[in-house]
């Protein structure tokens, strides 16, 4: 089993960067598709980038798509989420997951429980 957790949020203003961070305990985490996933107050929770175990396999819906970078560091067990050009629509609490196998990164459901995610607020 794989616990997470999520950091890096904070306040920036409209068309500025966060790096997130996911750090990973536990076993296996090298072995897991990894996403990050978001959930605004009043909204459902939303997939914003998935990765396969290897970094190699990357997607983005359209809302964040040239704008968001997942990446992940299996030596470290570390997952990461660059998001340039942020807009306040961006505004959520951001989360971590492994992702169960066997299906796309679009829709992988997600393993286990979440952690505390980290706010983002973008606001001028």
């Known amino acids: 089993q794989v616990q997470l957790i999520e950091s890096g949020g904070g306040l920036v203003q409209p068309g500025g960067s966060l790096r997130l961070s996911c750090a990973a305990s536990g076993r296996g985490f090298s072995s897991y598709a990894m996403g990050w996933f978001r959930q605004a107050p009043g909204k459902s929770r939303e997939r914003v980038a998935g990765?396969?175990?290897?970094?190699?396999?990357?997607w983005y819906p359209d809302s964040v798509k040239g704008r968001f970078t997942i990446s992940r560091d299996n030596d470290k067990a570390m997952l990461y989420l660059q998001m340039d050009k942020l807009k306040p629509e961006d505004t959520a609490v951001y989360y971590c997951?492994?992702?169960?196998?066997?299906?796309?990164?679009?829709?992988?459901?997600?393993?286990?429980?979440w952690g505390p995610g980290t706010q983002v607020t973008v606001s001028a």
């Open positions: 997951s492994a992702l169960e196998a066997g299906s796309s990164l679009a829709y992988a459901p997600p393993l286990g429980s």
């Open positions: 990765v396969s175990w290897t970094g190699g396999i990357t």
